[in-house]
């Protein structure tokens, strides 16, 4: 019978989760499309043969981690929530921009206490922030902590999210390193947008000072999900394209999405993305137009939106 298994077996992080990650596997175990921190502690700690990722920072990270506490089972050591978004068109600087009040959660999972210094890091954009600790926080082994601090700011396009940096000092390196991991959280901008049987108007980005605005029409039909390319904007040839809960679809000025089963009763939503590509007639490029992050253009897309049922609680 083993004769016949494959030699190794490679799916989706999400997909290395209970009893499908406790099974005894007679192959080299690979997981897919690892990047968000508490996929790649998760294989880490399974014991995979290795991950593919964008975030390769990340992910020595989450390895060190699971060498230098083998008995924690806790989650990622910094968690941060997204930011909810709304752009203004009429915004200087770009419309992808807001003013946040950020709560990020602290947690120590070595068995030393440890000093932990906070930072951001601006990866695109321009954003301005007050109320970090100048001074390094003390955490006990095993003890858990906030902070709470003010965040605005933008720029032009999604991707390129700023991230909140925490400098665990103090941890005892079994592995030989320095005695310092860092981890980091990404406040990702996010866009909300309600399904329900109302024809809904979705603003687009204008992702330049030149650009015209750009609209697309949804709305819910059963367990469907109906876009519409209403306004290209001086594109020509738009194709509509949107990804719901991690399907995809392509296809001409109109597309259909279905909807997950359980979709009324996700109280949070799920991930979203919508837009269009078109080509400038006057340069003969093609030009993608989003309601917000997630299409796969670019090294980093950004965060995808967040679509909700009317009927959730």
Do not use: K, Y
């Not at 000092?169 to 860092?182: E, F, K, L, N, S």
């Amino acid at each position: 019978e083993l004769a016949n298994e494959p030699l190794v077996r490679a799916v989706a992080a999400r997909a290395w989760t209970g009893d499908f990650a406790d099974r005894a596997w007679p192959c080299e175990r690979w997981a897919l499309e690892c990047d968000e921190p508490d996929a790649l502690l998760r294989a880490m700690r399974a014991g995979v043969l290795g991950v593919t990722t964008n975030e390769i920072e990340r992910a020595v990270t989450a390895r060190r981690l699971a060498r230098l506490a083998p008995d924690d089972d806790g989650g990622w050591p910094l968690s941060a929530p997204a930011l909810p978004l709304e752009p203004d068109t009429d915004a200087g600087g770009g419309p992808w921009r807001g003013a946040w009040t950020v709560r990020a959660a602290l947690r120590n999972p070595f068995a030393t206490r440890v000093r932990v210094a906070l930072s951001l890091e601006v990866r695109r954009g321009a954003f301005d922030v007050e109320g970090l600790p100048d001074a390094p926080l003390e955490l006990d082994a095993g003890a858990t902590g906030a902070v709470e601090f003010s965040l605005s700011g933008g720029s032009w396009s999604p991707g390129g999210d700023p991230r909140l940096v925490a400098l665990f000092d103090g941890v005892t390196a079994r592995d030989g390193g320095p005695p310092r991991v860092a981890f980091d959280a990404t406040l990702a901008r996010r866009r909300h947008a309600s399904a329900d049987a109302i024809t809904r108007r979705l603003e687009l980005l204008r992702e330049g000072p030149q650009a015209a605005p750009a609209t697309m029409t949804m709305r819910r039909r059963g367990r469907e999900l109906h876009l519409a390319v209403e306004n290209a904007a001086g594109l020509v040839e738009p194709h509509a394209w949107a990804l719901v809960d991690g399907v995809e679809r392509f296809g001409g000025r109109g597309v259909r999405v279905p909807l997950p089963e359980d979709f009324d009763r996700r109280a949070g939503g799920v991930d979203f993305a919508c837009g269009f590509l078109g080509r400038d007639p006057r340069t003969g490029r093609r030009a993608l137009r989003r309601f917000g992050g997630g299409l796969e253009w670019g090294a980093d897309p950004g965060a995808p939106g967040r679509l909700h049922s009317h009927l959730a609680r």
